[in-house]
C-alpha cells in the first residue's frame, strides 16, 4: 500500500480520506508493508498529529508488519517515530528513507 501526503495537509483532510483507507485496507491481509511518501508534502502541522494517529491505528489493526517512510527533509517528520510508538501496537519494522527510489526498494527487502 502506498500513502502519499501533497502540498498542505490539514486535520480535515485526513479525516475525509478514511473513509477511502479504511476500504484499501479492508482488500489487504495481515503482513503487508506500508510506503508513506512525504516527498511532496509542503506542511502538515502539529494539529495532524490525533489525525495522523488514528491512521496509523487503521494500519496497525489491519496487521502492517513494514512502514517505509519517504522522507527527503527531516524537518518535515512531525514526530512520526514517537507518534508509532502509541499507535503501532504490532510494532511493525520502521524504515525512513530520503528517496521514493530508495523506499520502494526496501518495500520488498
Known amino acids: 500500500m502506498v500513502v502519499s501526503y501533497v502540498g498542505r495537509i490539514r486535520p ?19 503482513g503487508f508493508h506500508l ?21 496509523m491505528d487503521l494500519f496497525s489493526q489491519a496487521g502492517m508488519a513494514r512502514v517505509v517512510r519517504v522522507i527527503p527533509d527531516p524537518t518535515k517528520d512531525m514526530g512520526l517515530n514517537i507518534l508509532g510508538v502509541f499507535h503501532y501496537r504490532n510494532h511493525p519494522e520502521i524504515i525512513t528513507c530520503c528517496t ?4 520502494i526498494e526496501k518495500l520488498f527487502v
Not at 13 to 23: A, I, P, V, Y
Not at 35 to 55: F, H, K, P
Open 12 to 30: 480535515a483532510d485526513l479525516k475525509q480520506s478514511r473513509e477511502e483507507l479504511n476500504t484499501l485496507l479492508a482488500d489487504l491481509r495481515p
Open 35 to 55: 510506503l508513506v511518501d512525504l516527498s511532496q508534502l509542503e506542511s502538515m502541522g502539529l494539529e495532524c498529529r490525533a489525525e495522523l494517529g488514528r491512521n
Open 100 to 103: 521514493v527510489t530508495e523506499g
